[in-house]
T-cell receptor, first 116, second 109 residues
Framework: GAVVSQHPSRVICKSGTSVKIECRSL??????MFWYRQFPKKSLMLMAT?????????EQGVEKDKFLINHASLTLSTLTVTSAHPEDSSFYIC????????????FGPGTRLLVL | EDQVTQSPEALRLQEGESSSLNCSYT??????LFWYRQDPGKGPEFLFT???AGEEKEKERLKATLTKKESFLHITAPKPEDSATYLC??????????FGSGTKLNVKP
């Protein structure tokens, strides 16, 4: 139980294009999902908290217009990196909190983004 | 501000050599403390949630304990496949999550 998937697992794009990453909770409903960014050999950096049916809450320093988050259903949240630049290259990981267990976050496998 | 500190940053063990990883925290009301395992290039894998001081949880060679100031992840007779980065995180009363920087464990055969 408590499986979270992400798609794609790896993506390479050209500078200036947009990339969408999907995060799905496969066997539970998630009213809250989180998006993290992880730099090599570093811990997780929370980018935003995504709540189903409402606007995402972004952490300080994270550009809302650049990292668009949509949480349209209880099992799906998407992160769109708009007008991507090489500095956006990173490992993006989502997590989901089971609606029945408001404490534990279950993580997806991550998406490796490389912007050329 | 709430903080989570993990130590050591890195730990090298021989196979079968038991040890403990530490997670110290200062938080405005603890709602939960979590341990995750992360392998290179993958998302964190959930291990344990602890809610209150005195609580203990076990899974195979791992045992997590919690006090009011810290948590330990005890690894008994580790195997090379236990090599990974172990992350600790806390959830506070303001509904904020804080992650430690992790302990990278390397178990040599």
């Amino acid at each position: 139980g408590a499986v979270v998937s992400q798609h794609p697992s790896r993506v390479i794009c050209k500078s200036g294009t947009s990339v969408k990453i999907e995060c799905r909770s496969l066997d539970f409903q998630a009213t809250t999902m989180f998006w993290y960014r992880q730099f090599p050999k570093k811990s997780l950096m929370l980018m935003a908290t995504s709540n189903e049916g409402s606007k995402a809450t972004y952490e300080q320093g994270v550009e809302k217009d650049k990292f668009l988050i949509n949480h349209a259903s209880l099992t799906l949240s998407t992160l769109t990196v708009t007008s991507a630049h090489p500095e956006d290259s990173s490992f993006y990981i989502c997590s989901a909190r089971d609606s029945r267990d408001q404490e534990t976050q279950y993580f997806g496998p991550g998406t490796r983004l490389l912007v050329l | 501000e709430d903080q989570v500190t993990q130590s050591p940053e890195a730990l090298r063990l021989q196979e079968g050599e038991s040890s403990s990883l530490n997670c110290s925290y200062t938080v405005s009301g603890l709602r939960g403390l979590f341990w995750y395992r992360q392998d290179p290039g993958k998302g964190p894998e959930f291990l344990f949630t602890l809610y209150s001081a005195g609580e203990e949880k076990e899974k195979e060679r791992l045992k997590a304990t919690l006090t009011k100031k810290e948590s330990f992840l005890h690894i008994t007779a580790p195997k090379p496949e236990d090599s990974a980065t172990y992350l600790c995180a806390v959830h506070d009363n303001f509904n904020k999550f804080y992650f430690g920087s992790g302990t990278k464990l390397n178990v040599k055969p």
